[in-house]
């Protein structure tokens, strides 16, 4: 069931969305506002206009929604291909005029890229913190040797101010689950990496790690180049 895919098409042909509610493993579940995938260039936070700024090359869209990014790229003649595993997410780029959207899981790909982008802390979809180390390994295969890996994410250590930090597992390793229409998605593990440990996990796997910009909310753009 594409619960999320259902939400992004009610907003795409209708202009208006039920509550998406993402429930989480760290407290109440929250709204998640299905318009905010549909903004335009002037919707969108510095922070991912910076990362478009950065795009060179051929580019691989991951977990690209309903092709927002991707649609700006194409606007700049960038060649980008746009993925995302949600059937509906990626019937609807079509429909919007993306050039080159395609249904596709990140570790299944094999072409080479020169830009791996990541949006809206799309590099949480490698779940877990090894689940990350595993895909710096991978992405060495389809990155050309100059490429680079360009994604946002944030520390949320501030999640535990008043609760324990977990014992048996890294702070940033949440498990969320969609609603939509009082239908709920199976869970899914999703990681936010702090930019310290990123760091870190960076050197250990031979990536220089640039932090290029941190905005007001403490979200951070990572540029990793071999």
Request: hydrophobic share 40%.
């Amino acid at each position: 069931m594409d619960i999320y895919g259902n939400a992004l098409l009610d907003y795409y042909q209708t202009g208006k969305a039920e509550i998406l509610w993402l429930h989480n493993s760290y407290g109440e579940p929250e709204e998640m506002p299905v318009d905010v995938f549909f903004r335009n260039e002037d919707g969108m936070p510095e922070i991912e206009l910076k990362a478009l700024n950065l795009c060179k090359g051929k580019v691989l869209d991951v977990g690209a929604g309903v092709g927002s990014h991707a649609l700006l790229l194409d606007q700049k003649n960038i060649d980008v291909t746009a993925i995302d595993i949600s059937p509906i997410a990626v019937q609807i780029m079509q429909d919007r005029g993306v050039k080159n959207p395609q249904l596709q899981n990140i570790f299944t790909v094999r072409e080479k890229y020169d830009t791996l982008l990541f949006m809206m802390n799309g590099i949480g979809l490698t779940g877990t913190l090894q689940g990350f180390e595993d895909f710096l390994e991978n992405a060495k295969q389809i990155l050309i040797p100059k490429g680079q890996l360009l994604f946002d994410s944030s520390d949320i250590s501030y999640l535990y101010d008043d609760l324990p930090m977990p014992l048996n597992q890294y702070f940033g390793e949440i498990s969320f689950c969609y609603e939509y229409r009082k239908q709920k998605g199976n869970w899914f593990n999703w990681l936010y990496i702090d930019p310290t440990t990123l760091q870190r996990l960076s050197k250990q796997h031979g990536w220089n790690c640039k932090i290029v910009y941190v905005d007001e909310q403490d979200q951070y753009l990572a540029q990793l180049t071999l």
